[in-house]
């Protein structure tokens, strides 16, 4: 059976649309697939310290939470889109999301020294490890 191009444009249509609506049932286009998810997070051992660092382009510092407890740490974020006070939305592709993510590190934390920054839409966290938890070089005798 041979085909046109016609009834190929047809069925590759019906193909591309099948694709595009099992794409948008689990997760959303290809552009806004991490909406609402927890976005791409590195975290490194430094020895005395992890630093722990993600990127939240966009986010504010009010709208993240950083919470430590004992070698569990758990970050939120929420961030709303409204339009000004006396606006109508014409069009919107932004949208608002809330994620909680909680990491179980390696090592107890010492919950005072821990630090946080947030530069250029990359939030970075300094978790000092207890004494007990540092490594310790043991010299031979």
Do not use: C, Y
């Amino acid at each position: 059976m041979w085909m046109t191009w016609n009834d190929f444009d047809r069925h590759f249509a019906a193909i591309d649309t099948l694709r595009r609506e099992l794409e948008r049932s689990v997760g959303g286009t290809r552009r806004s697939r991490n909406l609402g998810r927890w976005p791409e997070a590195t975290l490194i051992d430094e020895g005395e310290r992890f630093v722990f660092a993600v990127d939240v382009p966009g986010l504010t510092q009010d709208d993240l939470v950083i919470d430590v407890h004992n070698s569990t740490l758990t970050v939120a974020a929420r961030r709303a889109v409204t339009p000004p006070e006396g606006f109508a939305t014409l069009r919107s592709e932004r949208a608002g999301f809330e994620w909680k993510k909680s990491f179980s590190l390696p090592a107890k934390i010492d919950g005072e020294k821990t630090a946080a920054s947030l530069d250029d839409g990359v939030l970075t966290i300094r978790l000092e490890k207890l004494p007990e938890a540092q490594p310790r070089r043991i010299s031979i005798a």
